[in-house]
């Protein structure tokens, strides 16, 4: 179908955006790729009657190492970033999690921060961002302020912005030297969105694991973190038999609802599974020459 | 609802006009500008039909609006034969029977131009992973395949 008919604006920099948001009340949205928000439009799920469009505002458009983290701004395109030297160094479980979002058309159209801000819990930024940790930038017509990753997510397609609001863009908090990553999703079909999928990263300085983030998608309302699987990680050796026992806690208290593309049991399972593999790729990649 | 002005470069010519807001820039290409050779499957970004090249990159014209695509340089399936020679993709696809209906073909002709472009080299898995972006119902995707790694062999020869 074809989209429902709206006003488009077109905000010159964040300040502008956020100007336009103010002005034009809860019915307008924030178009950046659009890429889940014009599907939804000709599918008449979303009908907003203002889409502010960030793209040309030159100040949302940045991506790069930033302090020691990776900063993306809110028009940077998930192509862009995934292919970047920086993203890999510091933060390739982002880049992982993008290469399994969509298609390759669709990621040089799609944005990071749109995919983040969107927070569908099924996706796989959402849930890298989350393992890895950061901060999301959100500004309003008062002003600034910062949101940590942890606190971002509240519910199904529901984030902790204000009305008024829009993410400028987030930073992805740097892991030391030593720490290994895992991304893992299981899709029904090549082209269709996960059903279950798990974002990990380890740390340890030889030995003994020393630092761990295990989160998992599709199976709750958010990206899910899960506290009792890292602190079974942490102070453990990198083996089998603790990857085995912290992806049992990972998937032991989850209740994911059942679709025509897997039952919760299923779902369940694939987190168990899915968990544990994601932590052996991590250790692998945590031994290997950082 | 509101219109717009907007100024794109398609194939090569500049053309401004006006479009309302909720235009579809695959719409924008068929009905205002006659360019029916950009197909409409699943208009939600699925399927890969509607693909065309913005500065040189695919992306699907169902899911991106007309007035998103002003300043662009656009490539449409029209650009690949203006005269009466096919391009060399085009003939692999002929030759290999890459197509069948031909709903898919202006999409999977313009990623594996893009697919080339990037590496005039690829391999077969590469073919194969690069057009996973767009669906055929005829071919089982294999004589695509063949037809895109002849066409890269052509137009390698071609630059040599």
């Known amino acids: ?290 | 609802m509101s219109t717009h002005d907007i100024t794109v470069t398609i194939n090569g010519a500049t053309t401004s006009a006006s479009v309302e807001a909720r235009r579809s820039l695959a719409d924008f290409l068929r009905h205002d500008l006659g360019l029916v050779g950009t197909h409409i499957g699943c208009e939600q970004g699925a399927c890969g039909a509607c693909t065309v090249l913005i500065g040189g990159r695919s992306v699907r014209s169902c899911i991106m609006f007309a007035v998103q695509a002003d300043g662009a340089e656009i490539q449409t399936v029209e650009s690949l034969a203006p005269g009466a020679d096919m391009h060399p993709l085009q003939e692999a696809f002929r030759r290999h029977q890459g197509l069948q209906c031909g709903f898919c073909t202006p999409g999977m002709l313009l990623r594996s131009l893009e697919l080339i472009n990037d590496n005039p080299d690829l391999t077969a898995e590469e073919a194969r992973e690069g057009i996973s972006s767009n669906m055929c119902r005829c071919t089982g995707y294999q004589y695509i395949v063949d037809a895109v790694l002849d066409a890269a062999a052509e137009m390698r020869a071609e630059e040599g």
């Not at chain 1, 949101?147 to 397609?157: N, P, T, V």
């Not at chain 1, 506290?227 to 942490?234: F, H, K, Q, R, W």
């Open chain 1, 1 to 290: 179908m074809k989209s429902p008919p709206f006003e488009y604006h077109r905000a010159g920099s964040a300040a502008e955006a956020a100007g336009l948001l103010g002005e034009l009340g809860f019915d307008a949205r924030i178009l950046a790729g659009g890429q889940s928000l014009i599907p939804l439009m000709n599918l008449r799920l979303a009908a907003p009657a203002h889409l502010v469009d960030i793209t040309h505002a030159p100040d949302l458009a940045g991506c790069g190492a930033n302090g020691g983290g990776l900063h993306i701004g809110a028009s940077a395109r998930q192509r862009t970033v995934e292919l970047r030297a920086d993203t890999l160094a510091i933060a390739p479980v982002l880049a992982d999690a993008i290469s399994n979002a969509g298609q390759v058309p669709v990621r040089h159209q799609g944005t990071v921060v749109g995919s983040i801000a969107h927070a569908d819990p099924s996706a796989e930024m959402p849930a890298a961002f989350k393992a890895q940790g950061g901060t999301v930038t959100a500004q309003g017509t008062g002003g600034g302020r910062e949101i940590a990753s942890e606190d971002f997510f509240e519910g199904y397609f529901t984030t902790a912005l204000e009305e008024g609001e829009l993410v400028t863009g987030v930073t992805v908090d740097a892991w030391p030297a030593g720490t290994g990553h895992g991304f893992l999703e299981f899709s029904v079909t090549a082209e269709s969105w996960p059903i279950a999928l798990s974002a990990v990263l380890i740390h340890s300085s030889g030995g003994a694991i020393d630092r761990a983030s295990v989160v998992l998608g599709g199976v709750a309302e958010v990206p899910l973190r899960r506290p009792e699987a890292e602190a079974i990680l942490v102070g453990a050796e990198p083996t089998v038999e603790a990857f085995e026992a912290a992806a049992e806690a990972a998937a032991a208290d989850i209740e994911p609802l059942s679709d025509s593309f897997g039952s919760g049991a299923y779902r369940k399972k694939l987190a168990r599974v899915l968990t544990r593999r994601a932590l052996t790729a991590a250790a692998e990649r945590a031994g290997g020459e950082a």
